[in-house]
């Protein structure tokens, strides 16, 4: 069965302090793997795409990394202004998965 | 007007009533979306145009109907919904293949989202 499960469900973190993020999924036939920030009350905001086992992207503070069963999140030296919710989402063919999303909360 | 637009941004609507929610896109895409996002649930994808052809979604009650006159412009028409139907429903457009090409499904750009309720 196709799913994505990411983990953890929430994370507080102090100004500085480096954590990671993970998604872990199953879909037959991957054709790319996405991460989206959320802020209260707005909709989900286009981060980066993974397309391949070993592939890298950042923006500024963040980095994803991709393998064939999981993709990994890193936030190095967050801010306050970080704290959102994170989604990561699979598609496939004829399917588009999101996960839960990992809380995350930055205090200064 | 940038982006995707959504009107109106908060509905609240009796059981019996009939409503339509609104999205625009102002970013040149081929495909648009709708999603349903309950508390403590992951975004549940409910209806796709690519192209202007219809992706059905089996699991999506009739009481919903989407109706997508044009690649910029995207309705989602209510009736007789039920208190369980409360939630931020949410547009979203992106660029990508037809269906018959697997869909678009690649990364989307969201509105920011109708919260309905409803009594």
């Known amino acids: 069965e196709d799913q994505v499960t990411q983990s953890p469900e929430a994370l507080r973190l102090q100004e500085g302090e480096s954590s990671s993020l993970n998604c872990s999924y199953t879909?037959?036939?991957?054709?790319?793997l996405f991460w989206y920030r959320q802020d209260p009350g707005k909709g989900p905001e286009f981060l980066f795409t993974?397309?391949?086992a070993g592939e890298e992207k950042e923006k500024e503070r963040l980095k994803a990394t991709l393998t064939k069963k999981e993709s990994f999140l890193h936030i190095t030296a967050p801010k306050p202004e970080d704290s959102a919710t994170y989604l990561c989402?699979?598609?496939?063919?004829?399917?588009?998965?999101f996960g839960t999303g990992t809380r995350l909360k930055v205090l200064a | 007007e940038t982006g995707v637009t959504q009107t109106p941004r908060h509905l609240v609507m009796g059981m019996t009533n009939k409503k339509s929610l609104k999205c625009e896109q102002h970013?040149?895409?081929?495909?648009m979306y709708w999603y349903k996002q309950s508390a403590k649930k992951p975004l549940e994808l409910m209806f796709v145009y690519s192209l202007e052809e219809r992706v059905e979604n089996n699991s999506v009650p009739s009481r919903f109907s989407p109706e997508c006159p044009n690649s910029s412009h995207l309705f989602l028409h209510l009736h007789t919904l039920q208190p369980e139907d409360s939630a931020l429903y949410l547009c979203a457009s992106s660029q990508g293949a037809g269906i018959a090409g697997g869909g678009p499904y690649n990364e989307q750009f969201f509105g920011p989202g109708t919260r309905l309720t409803v009594l």
């Open positions: 993974l397309y391949s």
């Open positions: 879909v037959s036939g991957l054709r790319g």
């Open positions: 989402a699979v598609s496939g063919t004829y399917k588009y998965i």
């Open positions: 970013l040149g895409h081929n495909a």
